[in-house]
């Protein structure tokens, strides 16, 4: 079967990525693989048995990313004639997928992990390039032999977005955790080296600078946190300039009225990502739209209690109370008093940051449940029994 995605290592930046990486891992054991994503790799890619690399035509140089996006799908298409069926994750491999089923006469699996029309901040990255990738999407989704929701919740936006689609057709396979990979590593070293105070408790938050991420309401809700915490940001791939001077203008306010706030932009190996979460107090995912939100099962499974939006699959994952706390998020409320969610943000962080014990309680019950229900085995067996419906 042939994988298509943007996203795979080492070219890995969102929680798609991720997702295609362990999936692929485990599908393995299971199924004749083989992947096709964007790019060379790079030096470090080296070549990989069962990958193959799509770079965006040199004769688009400069053009929207929309069309550089279907020049790949066009080269992945073409790669793919003797495969027996397709799975396509995200709209910059859906029309892919979608053209490999008309050319080749073979199924065509999807897995949304987040929808355009949910989307519209994309204008401001891709211009008239989203009602590209909305088409993409929309034509892929529309005629796919099988959808994949990674949530419950997800389910519901893609039969709410897509009403001509077969609800029939619509499975729910959640995303899923490596809790070998992510568990607590007691090791301070990272810590030391970017000025963390090991005194102080920090609040910490990993994600890319995008609308959806919602990390300018973390930005605002950070101005009235316990002083005593610290603010670690690991953020980068800003959609655009406008979001990243935002972004900026925003962590320049919060360091001019507290002490102890740190961004990292670059991409830190996983094994410091895991360091970084293990020692904080409290995780914060302000997502304003989520269909899951791996980034959170990865500090379940650290033992990190969990701070975040009760948005999307997000309480599939965080058990409020339990694993962590919600904070209600309304988006048409929001865009008119923000300050309501971003006081919400603040209430709760805090309250974790005053409960040390209760904090710990939260985060051992977040790590068993992520060992107990999120395995990337069952993930991947999940998927192989929606291939075997379709290929007989």
Same mark, same amino acid.
């Given at each position: 079967?042939?994988?298509?995605?943007?996203?795979?290592?080492?070219?890995?930046?969102?929680?798609?990525?991720?997702?295609?990486?362990?999936?692929?891992?485990?599908?393995?054991?299971?199924?004749?693989?083989?992947?096709?994503?964007?790019?060379?790799?790079?030096?470090?890619?080296?070549?990989?048995?069962?990958?193959?690399?799509?770079?965006?035509?040199?004769?688009?140089?400069?053009?929207?990313?929309?069309?550089?996006?279907?020049?790949?799908?066009?080269?992945?298409?073409?790669?793919?004639?003797?495969?027996?069926?397709?799975?396509?994750?995200?709209?910059?491999?859906?029309?892919?997928?979608?053209?490999?089923?008309?050319?080749?006469?073979?199924?065509?699996?999807?897995?949304?992990?987040?929808?355009?029309?949910?989307?519209?901040?994309?204008?401001?990255?891709?211009?008239?390039?989203?009602?590209?990738?909305?088409?993409?999407?929309?034509?892929?989704?529309?005629?796919?032999?099988?959808?994949?929701?990674?949530?419950?919740?997800?389910?519901?936006?893609? $039969?709410?977005?897509?009403? @001509? %689609? =077969? #609800? +029939?057709?619509?499975? !729910?396979?959640?995303? *899923?955790?490596?809790?070998?990979?992510?568990?607590?590593?007691?090791?301070?070293?990272?810590?030391?080296?970017?000025?963390?105070?090991?005194?102080?408790?920090?609040?910490?938050?990993?994600?890319?600078?995008?609308?959806?991420?919602?990390?300018?309401?973390? $930005?605002?809700?950070?101005? @009235? %946190? =316990? #002083? +005593?915490?610290?603010? !670690?940001?690991?953020? *980068?791939?800003?959609?655009?300039?406008?979001?990243?001077?935002?972004?900026?203008?925003?962590?320049?306010?919060?360091?001019?009225?507290?002490?102890?706030?740190?961004?990292?932009?670059?991409?830190?190996?996983?094994?410091?990502?895991?360091?970084?979460?293990?020692?904080?107090?409290?995780? @914060?995912?302000?997502?304003?739209?989520?269909?899951?939100?791996?980034?959170?099962?990865?500090?379940?499974?650290?033992?990190?209690?969990?701070?975040?939006?009760?948005?999307?699959?997000?309480?599939?994952?965080?058990?409020?109370?339990?694993?962590?706390?919600?904070?209600?998020?309304?988006?048409?409320?929001?865009?008119?008093?923000?300050?309501?969610?971003?006081?919400?943000?603040?209430?709760?962080?805090?309250?974790?940051?005053?409960?040390?014990?209760?904090?710990?309680?939260?985060?051992?019950?977040?790590?068993?449940?992520?060992?107990?229900?999120?395995?990337?085995?069952?993930?991947?067996?999940?998927?192989?029994?929606?291939?075997?419906?379709?290929?007989?």
């Amino acid at each position: 079967m042939g994988l298509l995605t943007r996203e795979y290592p080492p070219d890995v930046y969102g929680g798609a990525g991720v997702h295609v990486e362990f999936l692929a891992r485990e599908l393995r054991h299971l199924a004749d693989v083989e992947v096709h994503c964007w790019g060379d790799g790079g030096d470090s890619a080296g070549v990989e048995r069962g990958v193959v690399r799509h770079p965006v035509c040199t004769g688009l140089d400069g053009a929207n990313d929309a069309l550089r996006t279907f020049s790949v799908d066009l080269a992945m298409t073409a790669a793919l004639e003797g495969r027996e069926i397709v799975h396509s994750h995200t709209w910059y491999a859906n029309l892919a997928g979608h053209l490999a089923k008309l050319l080749y006469g073979i199924p065509h699996v999807m897995t949304c992990h987040s929808l355009e029309p949910l989307r519209p901040w994309k204008a401001e990255q891709l211009g008239g390039g989203y009602a590209l990738s909305s088409w993409a999407e929309r034509s892929a989704v529309e005629s796919a032999d099988a959808v994949i929701a990674v949530s419950r919740g997800m389910r519901t936006d893609i $039969l709410d977005c897509y009403p @001509a %689609l =077969d #609800p +029939a057709k619509v499975r !729910v396979v959640h995303n *899923g955790i490596d809790t070998d990979l992510y568990r607590p590593a007691h090791g301070t070293a990272v810590l030391e080296r970017i000025g963390i105070d090991l005194e102080r408790p920090y609040v910490l938050f990993v994600g890319r600078i995008t609308r959806q991420k919602g990390v300018p309401h973390l $930005l605002r809700a950070a101005r @009235a %946190l =316990d #002083p +005593a915490a610290q603010l !670690v940001l690991c953020a *980068g791939a800003p959609d655009t300039p406008e979001i990243e001077r935002e972004f900026r203008e925003l962590v320049g306010e919060l360091e001019r009225v507290r002490d102890g706030v740190f961004w990292i932009p670059e991409m830190l190996p996983r094994p410091e990502i895991v360091q970084l979460l293990t020692h904080a107090a409290v995780f @914060a995912c302000p997502s304003v739209y989520e269909p899951l939100g791996i980034v959170n099962l990865e500090a379940m499974a650290c033992g990190t209690t969990v701070v975040a939006s009760s948005v999307g699959g997000i309480p599939e994952v965080v058990d409020d109370g339990r694993t962590g706390l919600l904070v209600p998020y309304d988006a048409g409320r929001a865009q008119r008093h923000p300050e309501e969610f971003e006081d919400g943000l603040t209430e709760a962080l805090n309250r974790v940051l005053d409960e040390p014990e209760a904090a710990r309680r939260m985060g051992a019950a977040g790590r068993e449940r992520a060992v107990r229900e999120f395995g990337w085995d069952a993930v991947a067996r999940r998927t192989a029994d929606v291939y075997a419906e379709l290929v007989k």
